[in-house]
């Protein structure tokens, strides 16, 4: 059984910084590609950043020079480091993989940035 456990969310002031994380169990982690999604109030969800199993990054335009995304295969884990944070980043925030042609989400960690 596929889980995806998020933790590290929470209330922050604008410029500040959190650590997401996200420990995954169910599957082989090091051959799974992982990702950070989002969505806010009334929008669609959207990729946040992703890591392959060989370690290459992308990011969202929006999120570019502020997060980082980042692994650890021996503990199962996938990270977002955020800093800069802005009220626009406020929404919940989504562990991602796909196995076997199916696509598996965590339940979720709320961020909210305050003005």
């Known amino acids: 059984q596929v889980q995806l456990v998020e933790s590290g969310g929470g209330l922050v002031q604008s410029g500040g910084s959190l650590r997401l994380s996200c420990a995954a169990s169910?599957?082989?982690?090091?051959?799974?590609?992982m990702n950070w999604y989002r969505q806010a109030p009334g929008k669609e969800r959207e990729l946040v950043a992703g890591?392959?199993?060989?370690?290459?990054?992308n990011y969202a335009d929006s999120v570019k020079g502020r997060f980082t995304i980042s692994r650890d295969n021996a503990k199962n884990a996938v990270y977002l480091q955020m800093n800069s944070l802005k009220p626009e980043d406020t929404a919940v925030y989504y562990c991602?993989?796909?196995?076997?042609?199916?696509?598996?989400w965590g339940q979720g960690t709320q961020v909210t940035v305050s003005s």
């Open positions: 890591i392959t199993f060989r370690f290459n990054t």
């Open positions: 991602n993989t796909r196995m076997n042609g199916n696509a598996y």
């Open positions: 169910g599957i082989i982690f090091r051959i799974c590609d």
